[in-house]
């Protein structure tokens, strides 16, 4: 189902990554796998399994529709073809953005999230207080034919401008965890992705 990842374009992310702090690139999977994803997405949610997702970590971890309105479920290995070969295409992004950057990112998280309409995420940085794994962030968008009336625009807030990205399927999106902040705006129409980070080893933690 998987093409491998191709050489150049990790290369341009990594590079745009590293200038800039984030970059963007369409299509950077086949098209059939990002339906099978939205498929998967989509399922997950009619059934129930994506749960509202927390604001904060560990102990310190509450619901706050005010903040964040989405579903998410995390992905595990092995649930499904369509999200091995996404984890198997990340893994390369990993290994490429380790080869170049020296970040030693040791592995990528990532969850299903379903923005319902009238959703949003407030303006955030990735990076917990307590917990300084995350990296670099990685969004991938599932939603065909989106228009700017749609809204749920992801928003970055560059050093001197900002920047919406329309969550159109097969966009994927990376930005350093710790220096971008970034929000969803509302969305008018159901909204799919898989969000992850690529983390670093934690402190003492291994
Ligand atoms: C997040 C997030 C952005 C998006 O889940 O932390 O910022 O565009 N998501 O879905
Ligand atoms: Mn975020």
């Known amino acids: 189902m998987m093409k491998p ?10 590079d745009e990554l590293a200038e800039h702090g984030w970059t963007r690139q369409q299509d950077v999977l086949p ?12 399922a997950r949610a009619s059934t129930g399994a994506l749960a509202l997702a927390a604001v904060g970590r560990g102990a310190g971890q509450e619901i706050r529709e005010g903040v964040r309105g989405d579903r998410i479920q995390w992905l595990e ?21 380790n080869q170049s950057l020296y970040l030693g990112l040791a ?25 300084d794994r995350r990296t670099v962030s990685a969004v991938y968008y599932l939603n065909d034919d989106w228009h700017a009336e749609d809204g749920g625009a992801l928003r970055l807030y560059l050093d001197d401008a900002t920047l919406d990205v329309s969550p159109e399927a ?15 705006l509302p969305t008018r129409r159901e909204r799919l992705s898989l969000t992850g980070w690529f983390r670093r080893r934690g402190e003492g933690a291994w």
């Open 77 to 97: 290995p092995s649930q499904s073809a369509a999200c091995d070969a996404y984890l198997a295409y990340m893994d390369a992004l990993r290994g490429a953005l």
């Open 170 to 184: 097969g966009c994927l999106v990376l930005f350093l965890s710790d220096r971008l902040p970034h929000e969803v």
């Open 31 to 42: 098209q059939a796998l990002t339906l099978e994803l939205a498929r998967e997405c989509r």
């Open 5 to 14: 990842a191709e050489p150049a374009t990790l290369l341009r992310l990594v």
């Open 107 to 131: 592995d990528f998280e990532s969850h299903f999230a379903a923005y319902p309409p009238g959703a949003f995420y407030e303006r955030h940085l990735d990076r917990f207080r307590d917990d």
